[in-house]
């Protein structure tokens, strides 16, 4: 077989004027080749060739996204053909020859995957076809993104940030993004993923893209019923605004702060007139699009209430608009929880037959109180192949929109999906082998066995397979649970934990939730020492990536887990009037928090300085400094005011107890030493 050389002699040449999203594509490439195609080693390889990028000669509207790859030889001259049948064709033909001849990984910068250097690479001149994802608009919900808002000073994300999000969903076939959560409007976001090729869509909290009606008139009560007229001049004008970009609508009715609206208009107090207003203003939104857009892509999210509405028949929909699915945040294809409610109604698609659907899944959530938002999707990968799969079988490959969040943290998770939206489903087993032997150089069964392990080590909290809980289970209920007890109220239950706890008094919460944590802290414990003990082994750039991706994440949930155990234990002692016991364990609840705080600075090397400083939703520094106020709360039952007395009690010697002066012997330990030592004595 005759090969095509790819060397850094190799030129790029187009057969017509690029508009930029191709151009960015090619601009890539570019890179990709300078970054491998070494100049300077000392094997030449002068064989000239020609890489030619264009359009098909005649584009086949069917064949959407498609590209083709082959190769021609004339007068010793050799080119490779990289040809697309539409925009994103091209794109996607121009990072195949990135990925697969260049090996330039999709998470380059996601998993800091250095290139291997070579003078020539020989490609076979065999014909390469695409072939058609299963998934029509498949790509990213860049939601909670608070790592990348705090990562850089910039404020909002500039295109630093964004260009390897968008270039990452890119290369792993997504076409479409939701870019970031209410992010200021002069931000780079929405028109920087238009400039790289990429479908926009909206929150269905903001549909249309149009600026929440809060913030344009304040002073204004949110009542579609008294200012039609200002929504829709909202929604005009950001329709005028998108008109010219590719577009997928999202047509909805929520109210201000992504609730439902009838929490600011009490008027709509049943559900025929909530689902009469909702199918009205979506009626009246999908017109005003019709207005500046021919065939426009439209979609409604059928998340929360309108789901609810929708299937009880009180919301009417138009025809030809996608009607998108949403799990339930953990994974499962049913209604979210909602507080302590968890009615699980079923959330699927109705069948190949009844128009165009699709779906919203979450592989990293934000909820309160058990999800996961600095981890891994807390549940077998078993589930989210099963019931995307189940999903997009029964109808549900129009859309799908997957909930990223911060990317680095969640790589394998988006490496299912991605699999899923390109062929229809995936093998996890094979899947994470891949994972694995992509992202380090050796000891990959080893690896595999330390990930496949991570999801045995979860809480389950519950009876559903879904019930499985992120690391912010180890935060906000104990946080909830400090500010219960620090006002005194821990003679009555704890509202906002029955939804795992069940209705029972507080201190018989806090017991199951010891207990529950007591179940599974060896087992992170477990795992960790697993880790620590292949991390020696690893070279070192696959050390530093083993940290970043796993270790990591392990740390947070062991030392999580740990934390709410001594937090709860303390509460025990506290109960008895064992206070110094007490404020011993509400300091070594602190020392483990601190152990997943110090993880994620570890993390922040190079260019990841700062990426964990805006931790603002698990918030673990805001635990420490909980349990901190815990501790010296309790510090004030028996020690104050002077703060020496369980010194003199505990800690002084005998013969110096009665005859120190107090005006020269009395300056208080900290609470950390006094803790440590107390802890000698006590335990």
Not at 599 to 605: C, G, N, P, Q, W
């Amino acid at each position: 077989m005759d090969y095509f050389h790819l060397n850094d002699k190799t030129k790029i040449r187009t057969n017509c004027r690029f508009p930029t999203p191709i151009q960015y594509a090619v601009d890539i490439l570019k890179r990709d080749m300078g970054k491998v195609l070494d100049a300077g080693t000392r094997l030449k390889d002068d064989r000239q060739s020609i890489i030619e990028i264009g359009y098909v000669s005649e584009p086949d509207k069917d064949n959407w996204e498609q590209y083709i790859i082959s190769f021609s030889q004339t007068n010793g001259m050799k080119t490779m053909h990289v040809q697309g049948n539409d925009e994103l064709g091209i794109i996607y033909g121009v990072l195949y020859v990135s990925k697969v001849y260049l090996n330039i990984d999709p998470y380059w910068f996601w998993a800091d995957l250095s290139v291997q250097k070579k003078d020539s690479i020989s490609i076979p001149m065999k014909q390469v076809i695409s072939k058609q994802p299963k998934v029509r608009y498949r790509g990213w919900f860049v939601n909670d993104e608070v790592c990348l808002i705090g990562w850089k000073k910039e404020y909002p994300p500039t295109r630093e940030v964004w260009l390897p999000v968008f270039e990452a969903l890119l290369r792993l076939g997504g076409n479409m993004v939701i870019p970031g959560t209410d992010l200021p409007r002069h931000g780079i976001h929405f028109e920087l993923a238009s400039e790289l090729g990429l479908w926009i869509t909206h929150h269905h909290a903001e549909p249309l893209g149009a600026e929440m009606f809060k913030r344009a008139f304040p002073d204004k009560q949110a009542s579609y019923t008294r200012h039609q007229d200002l929504y829709e001049s909202l929604w005009e004008e950001a329709i005028q605004q998108q008109k010219d970009k590719k577009v997928i609508w999202v047509l909805s009715f929520r109210g201000q702060g992504d609730e439902p609206f009838w929490k600011q208009d009490s008027s709509y107090d049943t559900p025929e007139k909530r689902g009469e207003l909702i199918s009205n203003v979506i009626a009246k939104q999908l017109h005003l699009v019709k207005n500046y857009v021919e065939e426009p892509v439209c979609c409604v999210a059928l998340y929360g209430e309108i789901s609810e509405l929708y299937k009880s028949g009180n919301i009417s929909l138009p025809d030809g608009i996608i009607k998108v699915w949403a799990d339930n945040g953990y994974g499962k294809m049913v209604s979210r929880r909602n507080g302590n409610e968890d009615f699980r109604i079923p959330s699927v698609p109705e069948g190949t037959d009844q128009g165009k659907q699709g779906l919203y899944y979450h592989v990293t959530f934000h909820d309160l109180q058990a999800s996961n938002h600095l981890t891994m999707f807390p549940s077998s990968p078993s589930i989210i192949s099963r019931e995307l799969e189940n999903a997009i079988q029964y109808g549900g490959d129009d859309y799908l929109l997957v909930n990223a969040g911060n990317i680095r943290m969640h790589l394998y998770s988006l490496e299912l999906v991605s699999e899923i939206w390109k062929n229809g489903k995936v093998d996890t087993k094979d899947c994470l082998t891949r994972f694995i032997k992509r992202l380090y150089s050796s000891h990959h069964q080893e690896l595999s066995n330390l990930y496949h392990q991570y999801f045995e080590c979860t809480i389950l909290y519950g009876e559903h397979e879904d019930n499985r809980a992120g690391e912010q289970f180890y935060h906000h209920p104990v946080r909830k649970i400090i500010s219960h007890w620090i006002q005194g109220k821990y003679g009555q239950n704890l509202p906002s934990l029955n939804w795992v706890t069940g209705d029972r008094s507080f201190s018989e919460q806090v017991q199951w939730l010891k207990e529950k944590c007591e179940d599974y802290v060896e087992r992170w414990s477990e795992l960790m020492r697993k880790c620590e003990q292949l991390h020696v082994r690893l070279n070192n750039n696959d050390k530093q990536r083993f940290a970043d991706q796993l270790i990591i994440q392990v740390k947070l949930h062991e030392s999580g887990c740990k934390g709410f155990i001594d937090v709860c234990t303390a509460f025990h002692y506290f109960r008895e009037k064992k206070y110094p016991e007490a404020f011993v364990y509400a300091s070594e609840a602190i020392w483990h928090y601190q152990k997943g705080y110090e993880a994620m600075r570890l993390s922040e090397h190079g260019k990841w300085k700062d990426f964990y400083k805006a931790d603002w939703l698990t918030n673990v520094e805001s635990t420490i400094q909980n349990v901190d106020t815990l501790r010296k709360f309790i510090r004030m039952y028996g020690d104050s005011p002077d703060f020496f007395l369980w010194y003199k009690k505990y800690l002084m010697p005998e013969k110096e107890k009665y005859i120190y002066l107090e005006n020269t012997h009395r300056k208080p330990l900290t609470d950390d030493e006094l803790a440590k030592r107390l802890k000698e004595v006590l335990f």
